[in-house]
């Protein structure tokens, strides 16, 4: 009912508010009407007040459609959009006049403003209406092509008048919205875009020439040029591709003679076609190109419109393999990484510090010239890295057999050309995608090459902490333990690394990833505790919990530096990885009442020990001590019960019984009763393994430290289970068998809240409890 009333007040808001003042409430009329349930709006029952409703609101909505004023047509785009939007298929099945209406809106001279917003009307409606046939009947394969048509005119050249009357050509400002639609419309309607192939080409073609074109206007056409690919007739999309690639690497190849004919290049093409011979250039003159290259772009002139042209090239190249294509193609993977290579070995001169200058200039080149190169050298650098990322990330273990002559290409390249920021941001995100899938240890290269890359990538960690200034302002308490806490963590926090720029971004993908695949003999322990030092200040736990998993190791096997383990545990205790980490052994769940498992136990283990006392070999009975049976059973159990407790699980007792002691070392009489009685006693079966011999004097020390426990056990008053044993042994005097008793306090005996009784249920201690693990 709530929604009924929105409906209404829309239908009325419409027929009554003027037509010129709609377009100020329109976007609060979309917004209540995408919030209406889609079932009101696509209502046909008839005496429904909901359809009724619905029905007067499309009619208002066709009728200003059709206004004659621009705001009324805005108005009513604006409406259809969010009816698209919110309703979907379910309110698509009889708009075909809406559609057709929109149409005949983009041919009207609108402001540009209110044609984008047919153009994404008109697309949405396309799009919605691909996986259904029934609309893809009657709407889309009718009115797409009058779509087309409609939008190719639109993409004239705008002259507008300047100073003197003189016309000149600008961009018209629905070109990025028509590309836009076509890359939306276009993999879907492949065969209705065939008969436009050749005029949409050339305009893409056009836009590319232009080096004044923005960058996303150019993105928008190469992204086109590779989707109209597979506009080709049927089994010839595969060649199509294959030529196209093969075009784009020959126009590579010319490009870059003319515009690096000032150095006399090392560099030896491992394709046979490629190695012919270059025509003399003439120095007199700019760099240039006077007819089509191959890829049927037009004729450049000067080292800019050289290097962008170059550079766009490659954008090329990188677009058209990361396309997917209807049918299988082959990738040369040979020729592009040929053509990278040679781009990657033209580094700027003196880059490199340690290194002599060994670059050869042609004598005819001016120094002008030189110099326009280095300073457009560094983004086709950049476009090769590009290529080279998109393909390891497109064909992935594919792209193997060419990872170890691609990352020598790299890392000198890097080596070479690290003062760029958008180079390091790239070599970042290319070995961030190698390191995981490929062997760095059969890579032949210098030993400080991943120390150089490691410490470019702690370098450029750095500037996410805040300075020292900045921290002050940040905490500006002077007490110790703010101070203390805004060490712990810099500057209140560390960085979000999704707030920094680029290359932080790139630099902190590559931390763990460095850490955890690289071999640590090609990483110095300088670098390495850097990394290490950056983690814990920039709380990254992936970079801990790499340098945890893969620390640094010496040549003998020990490690070098010092674990980050309690860094990672007090920041990511709540990750299930750390976990994992700290607690390896959790015990399993016991499903069984606690009490009642202990108590059956400590039976069969009494019963058991009975049997054996009354079946000795030599056939001597112990002496029971004097008293009611019914007093003195109980202790005896509980006794019991409490000896082979301290048998299955008590380290000290263990240390004491399990070892050999020098006679002389011990004075105490019940120690050396005690002693012999439990070395002649039976061995539980979890302690057959005998311990390892230890040094004399190591023996000495623990049997004194032994005897000074004792001698303050015994100075206090003694429980009734030592004066048990006391009758027991002046009883049967030096008897060969007897049974270990454990000594408590008196306190203890009398204290309630002991674990005497079976029935109680013992607090668990949830800390680590590998004790009977260590003695297995």
């Not at 402001?111 to 917003?117: G, S, Y």
């Not at 497109?394 to 792209?399: A, I, L, M, N, P």
């Not at 040549?555 to 070098?560: A, F, N, Q």
């Not at 003195?632 to 159990?637: A, F, K, Y």
Request: glycine share 6%; proline share 5%; charged share 25%.
């Amino acid at each position: 009912m709530q929604y009924d009333g929105a409906l209404r007040a829309i239908a009325t808001r419409l027929s009554l508010t003027p037509v010129d003042d709609l377009p100020r409430i329109s976007s609060f009329l979309a917004t209540t009407l995408a919030q209406c349930p889609v079932e009101l709006l696509s209502s046909d029952s008839k005496g429904n007040s909901s359809s009724v409703t619905a029905h007067k609101l499309k009619t208002r909505i066709s009728s200003l459609l059709q206004d004659k004023s621009a705001a009324g047509r805005l108005t009513a785009a604006v409406l259809i959009k969010a009816i698209v939007d919110n309703g979907g298929l379910k309110v698509l099945t009889n708009w075909e006049g809406w559609t057709r209406g929109l149409l005949s809106c983009l041919g009207k001279p609108e402001p540009f403003e209110v044609k984008r917003v047919y153009l994404a009307t008109v697309t949405r409606i396309f799009v919605l209406s691909q996986d259904h046939p029934v609309l893809l009947r009657e709407v889309t394969t009718p009115l797409l092509p009058a779509f087309i048509t409609t939008c190719l005119g639109l993409l004239k050249p705008v002259k507008p008048l300047v100073a003197e009357s003189r016309p000149t050509d600008v961009v018209n400002p629905l070109l990025k919205s028509v590309l836009q639609c076509w890359i939306l419309l276009l993999p879907q309607h492949a065969t209705v875009f065939r008969p436009f192939l050749t005029r949409i080409k050339l305009i893409c073609l056009s836009l590319l020439e232009d080096c004044r074109g923005s960058t996303t206007t150019t993105e928008f056409a190469i992204r086109l040029l590779c989707l109209l690919l597979s506009c080709a007739p049927k089994n010839t999309a595969a060649q199509e591709w294959a030529q196209t690639i093969s075009d784009l690497i020959g126009s590579a190849h010319q490009t870059a003679d003319r515009l690096f004919r000032a150095v006399l290049e090392e560099y030896e093409s491992n394709d046979i076609t490629r190695q012919r011979t270059v025509g003399k250039h003439d120095f007199s003159k700019e760099p240039k190109t006077s007819s089509t290259d191959q890829a049927g772009l037009g004729p450049w002139i000067g080292m800019h419109d050289g290097s962008t042209r170059l550079a766009m090239l490659m954008d090329w190249l990188t677009s058209l393999v990361s396309t997917a294509t209807s049918q299988a193609v082959t990738v040369p993977l040979g020729s592009i990484v040929d053509l990278t290579a040679r781009i990657l070995a033209m580094t700027v001169p003196g880059s490199r510090s340690s290194a002599p200058d060994t670059v050869k200039y042609n004598k005819e080149a001016s120094r002008e010239e030189k110099d326009n190169l280095w300073i457009n050298l560094p983004r086709l650098h950049v476009s090769s890295l590009r290529l080279l990322q998109k393909m390891c990330e497109t064909y992935g273990q594919s792209f193997l057999p060419a990872n170890g002559a691609m990352v020598n290409h790299i890392l000198e390249s890097f080596v070479a050309m690290s003062a760029d920021e958008r180079v390091r941001r790239d070599v970042y995100a290319i070995f961030s995608c190698l390191l995981s899938c490929m062997n760095t240890a059969n890579l032949v290269l210098r030993e400080t090459t991943f120390s150089t890359l490691l410490e470019h990538c702690c370098n450029d960690l750095q500037r996410g902490i805040p300075d020292l200034h900045e921290r002050r302002k940040t905490n500006p308490s002077k007490d110790g333990f703010s101070s203390a806490k805004s060490t712990l963590s810099v500057g209140g926090g560390p960085p979000i690394p999704e707030r920094q720029s680029e290359v932080f971004q790139a630099a902190w993908r590559l931390l763990p990833e460095i850490v955890l695949h690289c071999p640590t003999s090609m990483i110095s322990r300088q670098a390495r505790i850097e990394a290490d030092r950056l983690s814990v200040l920039l709380d990254h736990h992936d970079a801990m919990l790499a340098s945890v998993m893969r620390p640094m190791l010496s040549k003998d096997g020990k490690i070098r530096t010092s674990s980050l383990l309690p860094f990672l545990a007090r920041s990511a205790a709540d990750t299930l990885a750390v976990e994992a980490l700290l607690r390896p052994r959790m015990p399993v769940t016991q499903v069984t009442d606690i009490s009642t498992q202990a108590s059956r136990d400590g039976q069969a283990h009494i019963d058991d020990l009975k049997e054996v006392d009354m079946s000795d070999e030599d056939g001597d009975i112990l002496s029971t001590p004097q008293g009611p049976a019914e007093a003195v059973e109980p202790s005896s159990e509980r006794r019991i019960t409490d000896i082979v407790g301290q048998q299955d699980g008590g380290e000290a007792m263990q240390a004491m019984t399990a070892r050999k002691r020098k006679l002389e070392g011990v004075q105490d009489r019940d120690f050396q009763l005690q002693a012999s009685i439990s070395e002649d006693s039976e061995v539980p079966s979890s302690r057959l393994s005998k311990a390892p011999r230890l040094e004399d004097d190591a023996v000495e020390a623990s049997v004194l430290e032994a005897d000074r426990m004792i001698d303050t056990s015994m100075a206090k008053p003694v429980a009734t289970t030592t004066s048990g044993l006391e009758e027991l042994s002046s009883g049967t005097g030096d008897a060969s068998t007897g049974i270990v008793t454990k000594m408590v306090s008196p306190g203890a005996i009398g204290n309630r809240d002991s674990d005497s009784s079976d029935f109680e249920i013992p607090e668990i201690d949830p800390g680590l409890d590998t004790d009977e693990e260590d003695l297995e």
